[in-house]
DNA sequence: CACAATACGGAGACACTCTCCGTTTAGCAA
DNA sequence: TTGCTAAACGGAGAGTGTCTCCGTATTGTG
């Protein structure tokens, strides 16, 4: 690429998270280009649709899952305790912008999605905490990573667009959890 | 209200009800009016909102919910299949056009939704349902009907978005009442 | 330093939302 | 019936956003 290819494509980036965070997955994307200093040609030339550009700004975010999940499988308590703490650290993950829940979620299990690759790193994540308990016998049969992706989705997606704080989410997610452990 | 009035609304809701399942929850409010027959300036003066279209569409569907509850409510079989069936239910009503589970479930418990007296039907109906089967010791205490109706709606609100077929939304429902109900 | 190849940018076509206001109509009172 | 007024109509157009096209400018290589 040339290099003011790339410099332009690093100065968008940089200012659509700054964007995305102020605004939500809505925010106007020629606003981005007027921000960033580019016309809209080149901001779409780099990113053709608006996925593609969340995708390409989640990229540093997808180290932040492997580790934050080594974490949770490193912690000490109950299988319950665990499962719970997953839980929050994923609705956590996936809530970086209003509407990203809903985005990821959505995009989770679709091979089509531009955000296909994120979305692998996600369930991936969750495969591995429930190969963990899986292992203990901790888990009822029958469960797979994207089922448990697309439930705790659910419940991240009603919180973000209602504006649910922690304490809100915490019952829901307890029920999620009481429901895959096994009995 | 003046006859031109009410005629104008009535063809609208109509014309509303056959657009917004065709296309879903983001069609075009122009497009309605065009159909329609009338102007723009009409179709805002009536429904000032998106969501204030939306509320007078759901009108007569309201009257379907207390019907199906009934029907649940005295259908044969265990707790679980009384709760599962009233789980399917309630995402069929929901699921009435594109992007309505996440409209509905956004709504639900916040007073200032123009649709809220559609989401007090619903989180009635599911403290029908609660109460028949707390009654029967059956529920986990600590679980009300605004919080089930969040977690089945971030159920429908993925399928939805995601078009999972019900097979698909079946286990995500077993997990959610198999969370709730006594251990 | 010349000259492709590559990239830029912004005007503009298109789509949607919503308002404003001149025009039309319903319905009542005489 | 007729005349009048409040009520309702409708569509042009302003505002906002998406996305493309193509003439112009920049890069970096031979």
């Known amino acids: 690429m040339r290099a003011d290819a790339q410099r332009n494509r690093d100065r968008i980036l940089e200012v659509a998270r700054e964007v995305f965070r102020e605004q939500g997955y809505d925010a106007s994307l020629d606003l981005v280009a007027k921000r960033a200093g580019v016309g809209a040609g080149t901001l779409y030339r780099h990113f053709p649709t608006r996925d593609d550009l ?31 703490r997953w839980f929050e650290t994923y609705v956590e993950l996936i809530s ?3 509407g990203g829940p ?15 690759s994120k979305c692998q790193v996600l369930s991936g994540a969750a495969a591995r905490v429930m ?14 990573a994207v089922q448990v992706c697309r439930l705790v989705g659910g419940v991240a997606s009603v919180a973000d667009q209602s504006e649910l704080d922690g304490a809100a989410v915490r019952p829901l997610l307890e029920v999620v959890a009481d429901g895959m452990l096994a009995r």
């Open 54 to 84: 969340m995708d390409a700004m989640m990229q540093s975010w997808v180290d932040r899952v492997t580790e934050s999940t080594d974490k949770v499988l490193a912690s000490e308590g109950s299988d319950r305790d665990l499962l719970l």
């Open 131 to 144: 190969e963990s308990l899986g292992e203990r016998g901790a888990l009822r049969p029958g469960v797979d």
């Open 102 to 116: 809903a985005k990821i979620t959505t995009a989770m299990g679709n091979p089509e999605s531009p955000i296909r």
């Open 96 to 98: 970086l912008h209003k």
